[in-house]
């Protein structure tokens, strides 16, 4: 039984565009809110900007931190359990994991699990978000996927998952 956890890079992607677009937003809505109606703004725009800024980074610091220690992929013999903090948990037995995508160009595993009910999809010609029949678990955004530890311990765990992949 091993627990991984994600890797700091893959959290600040997940983060850094939802902090992208609302750090800007929560910086001018603040600022709207602080600005009494007798001043002009220029002097306490530039007086109170840095403390503003420095709020919401730290903010966004603190959220990042937590979710290096949230996030995780627990491998056990019966199964796995999944966390990506704050909503998503995916616990599956090995029965119901389906597969394990590599990206060709990229190296990026994905992980199948089935799903009972169908979930959301959507096609946008170009690409579709989502899986109806699959819940995804991106298993490249772990510590232990590059360096190959959750390769070879799924290997013993479910074996099926690698059939299809080139011997190396």
């Given amino acids: 039984m091993s627990t991984y956890r994600l890797t700091a890079l893959a959290l600040l992607k997940s983060l ?10 929560v910086t ?22 840095p403390i ?30 999944y966390q990506r903090w704050p909503l998503k ?3 599956a037995t090995w029965a119901q994991v389906e597969g394990l995508h590599i990206g060709k160009k990229t190296g990026s595993a994905t992980l ?6 169908p979930g959301f999809e959507l096609d946008l010609g ?14 490249s955004d772990f510590t232990g996927w590059k360096d190959g530890r959750i390769a070879l311990e799924m290997k013993k765990f479910a074996p099926k998952l690698f059939a299809d992949q080139p011997v190396e």
């Fill in 52 to 81: 503003i800024l420095t709020c919401g980074l730290s903010v966004f610091l603190s959220v990042l931190a937590v979710g290096v220690f949230v996030h995780r992929l627990k491998l056990t013999p019966e199964g796995l359990e």
């Fill in 16 to 25: 850094g565009l939802a902090a992208l677009l609302i750090l800007p937003l």
């Fill in 28 to 49: 001018v809505a603040a600022l709207m809110l602080m600005l009494p109606e007798s001043m002009s703004g220029g002097l306490f725009f530039l007086l109170f900007l």
């Fill in 112 to 117: 199948l699990v089935h799903r009972i009910k």
């Fill in 89 to 91: 948990q995916i616990a």
């Fill in 126 to 139: 170009f690409m579709t978000l989502g899986s109806k029949d699959f819940k995804l678990i991106p298993l």
